[in-house]
């Protein structure tokens, strides 16, 4: 059995445990859980994607990444479609720049080919390099308190105002209240530090929601229809549904790149970060199977993207699990396992309301402001272009508009201010075509 688990896992029967593997691979999808409810809920706004297919489409496309993380890179890392890059799929591509979410999937598929290449060559890290410190973790931040706003409205706190753009909502009735409630229980239960705290603060404000009423309709928040087993929808109507006329259009090249940034500096960031707590960093920095772990995360988005799902990455939550003493490919395959009967109770996770979601968008937005410590606010050089990166990010409603304006900034700012060194050729090349993009579209 062990050198069956050796061989598949990269298990080490004097350094792991069956056991501990086990208990880290059901943690880790106890703290990630929740996107089984909340992409369903943020797709929602698209008319024309089943929210049924979606939730299947987003569990299987978590399973086949997390198998070949498990298989080919064995690493005790979980990967499921994105928080982030599924609010700039639905708010931004289709909703903002009025393109079908075909055209989208077609743009994650591509987007996963090319990762698929990059991961593959030399050319990923010239790509990783050009970047600024300061600029990559601006934009994990600003699409922090993107996905914290998306929540903020969807549950009616934050409401449109014809004054002053928003203005805060009717709080203490209907989905607004039970959002706060959700979201008191949500923060308590972190900092409790209670496994799978996200994911038990949605169930329990989407039973909580049984006993409020909506205020528009009349009806209790959340409404369960089917029963409590049943088998997941088909992912048919979603399946290789993908736009090629608008393949070589400028707009698809920016929703390309903006999809392949994100996918590669928030895999570069969780695996640094992970890696570091599971001790696979060595004395020179360098990550063990690192490229497979990528390659891993690629496979994933261009699954995910023929049956239907956002942009697939690995998941910070994934510490979780390496907290608990995850260290092998054993913890990621239990991870898909719970995937796999998670498919089994859709009509639970569908019948979770915007309202008791909307806890978890705004407390992962919360978690995801950590990269702005690392940012040197007392230099301007790095801090002028990393805030404009992320108030552009929040106030445009744009993750994409964010990271044009944020590469703009710096390049000006730097070249005219004798800081031409610090600009890599690579990002003179972007700035200029992001300008290009401001005048001529």
């Not at 956002?310 to 898909?336: I, M, P």
């Amino acid at each position: 059995m062990v050198p069956f688990l050796q061989k598949l896992f990269g298990f080490d029967p004097e350094k792991h445990r069956v056991r501990t593997e086990i208990v880290a691979g059901i943690t880790t999808f106890l703290t990630m859980a929740y996107i089984l409810a909340v992409n369903p809920s943020i797709f929602s706004a698209i008319p024309g994607m089943p929210t049924g297919s979606v939730f299947t489409a987003t569990a299987l496309a978590a399973i086949v990444a997390t198998l070949v993380m498990a298989f080919y890179a064995k690493k005790p890392f979980a990967l499921a479609p994105g928080m982030g890059m599924n609010a700039f799929f639905v708010f931004t591509v289709c909703l903002t720049m009025g393109y079908t979410w075909q055209f989208a999937l077609t743009a994650v598929f591509i987007e996963g080919i090319i990762f698929i290449i990059l991961s593959a060559t030399k050319v990923r890290t010239m790509i990783v390099d050009c970047i600024p410190y300061g600029l990559k973790n601006a934009i994990g931040a600003g699409i922090g308190l993107f996905i914290a706003f998306i929540g903020l409205q969807g549950a009616g706190i934050v409401v449109n105002s014809d004054s002053t753009l928003v203005t805060i909502g009717a709080i203490t009735e209907g989905p607004a209240l039970l959002a706060l409630i959700g979201l008191i229980i949500t923060g308590i239960l972190l900092v409790l530090n209670v496994r799978g705290s996200i994911l038990i603060g949605i169930l329990a404000t989407s039973i909580i929601g049984l006993f409020i009423k909506d205020p528009a309709t009349g009806k209790a928040i959340t409404q369960m229809h089917g029963s409590f087993i049943s088998s997941p929808d088909s992912v048919k109507p979603l399946f290789l549904k993908f736009e090629w006329n608008n393949v070589l259009t400028w707009d698809m090249l920016i929703v390309v790149f903006t999809f392949l940034f994100n996918d590669i500096f928030n895999t570069i960031g969780t695996v640094i970060g992970v890696s570091q707590k599971a001790g696979f960093v060595d004395k020179d920095g360098k990550i063990d199977a690192v490229d497979k772990v990528f390659m891993a995360d690629a496979i994933g988005t261009v699954f995910g993207a023929t049956i239907g799902a956002s942009t697939t990455t690995t998941y910070v939550e994934s510490a979780a699990g390496v907290g608990e003493g995850g260290r092998t490919g054993l913890s990621a395959f239990v991870t898909a396992i719970c995937f796999v009967l998670a498919l089994l109770f859709s009509n639970v996770f569908l019948a979770v309301p915007a309202a008791a979601t909307a806890p978890a968008l705004i407390l992962v937005g919360m978690m995801m402001m950590e990269p702005v410590m690392h940012i040197v606010w007392t230099d301007f050089h790095e801090a002028i272009p990393a805030f404009i990166t992320i108030i552009v990010m929040v106030c445009t409603y744009s993750i994409a508009d964010g990271i044009l304006i944020g590469c703009i900034s710096f390049v000006v700012t730097n070249a005219l201010t004798g800081r031409r060194m610090d600009i890599t050729p690579m990002m003179w090349v972007l700035a200029i075509l992001f300008i290009l993009r401001y005048i001529f579209i």
